[in-house]
């Protein structure tokens, strides 16, 4: 099955391969660039990558839907753990020691290893976009951009489970390579 929908002359495709009607394939819209070529000693999430910066390479048939984007001082990433292979529906995460369901965890290994990260956006120009705070590989595809807007993406005051007890140490504690 294939959905097509053309938008400014751009052919934006999703595709349902027909040998299971339920897995989709999606194409990068970019590749993002860091400091970290190794997985080792990286930082684990964006509080603990304050100022670390990056830059996204937008593929040029996707670039004019960047219209508008500088006007946010944060932006989501939704990426591809590129570097993961298989998954564990149970982990030992990098917060904590006690085994963890994966689903409660925001650890790479994954049954659909696709990441999220909101950083700090710094400036657009044409298709490379300038990030800070990157918690993301060298090279990891990037699947979509969505602004982040506060008014419907930050609540203060909700429970998060385990994280509540050890979510201030993200911004120390580092990678090591147990997800690879
Ligand atoms: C704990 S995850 C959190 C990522 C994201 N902020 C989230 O919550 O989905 C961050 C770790 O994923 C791993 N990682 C980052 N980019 C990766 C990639 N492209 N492929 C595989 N692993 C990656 C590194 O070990 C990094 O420290």
Not at 24 to 53: K, N
Not at 73 to 98: N, Q, T, W
Not at 146 to 158: H, I, T
């Amino acid at each position: 099955m294939q959905e097509n929908n053309t938008v400014s002359g751009v052919n934006l495709t999703m595709q349902t391969p027909k040998e299971n009607p339920e897995s989709f394939t999606y194409v990068p819209i970019g590749t993002v660039h860091s400091p970290f070529t190794d997985i080792a000693g990286m930082p684990i999430q964006p509080t603990g990558a304050r100022d670390v910066r990056g830059t996204i390479e937008i593929r040029p048939e996707f670039a004019a839907g960047l219209k508008d984007l500088e006007g946010f001082s944060r932006i989501i990433l939704i990426y591809a753990f590129h570097r993961c292979h298989g998954y564990s529906l149970e982990v030992k995460p990098f917060l904590d020691p006690m085994p963890r369901g994966i689903f409660a965890t925001r650890a790479p290994k994954r049954p659909n290893a696709i990441g999220l990260s909101i950083v700090r956006l710094s400036g657009v120009q044409g298709n490379t976009i300038e990030i800070e705070d990157v918690d993301l590989l060298d090279g990891t595809p990037l699947l979509d951009i969505k602004p982040y807007v506060p008014a419907f993406d930050s609540y203060c005051e909700e429970k998060a489970g385990w994280f509540d007890a050890v979510s201030h140490h993200a911004t120390s504690v580092k990678s090591d390579e147990r997800f690879r």
